[in-house]
């Protein structure tokens, strides 16, 4: 399968910069899954910027009906 970094990008609201993973969306949903995180795009621009990335804090914006 041909990887879509490019097109992906355009959609990535990832803030952390240095991030290897940009854009290559299934090694990062794999890194977050392992991490215990949703990746970035599942937030919010606000919430996704704290880098509370976790099932937790997804579950408090979904019940707050922010997500």
């Not at 041909?2 to 969306?25: F, T």
Request: aromatic share 10%.
């Amino acid at each position: 399968m041909e990887c879509k970094q490019d097109r992906n990008l355009q959609n990535c609201n990832c803030s952390y910069s240095p991030c290897p993973r940009k854009g290559i969306c299934c090694d990062y949903i794999a890194y977050h899954l392992r991490m215990r995180e949703l990746p970035a795009c599942a937030f919010p621009d606000d919430a996704e910027a704290t880098f509370d990335r976790s099932f937790e804090h997804f579950a408090r914006l979904v019940s707050a009906g922010k997500a």
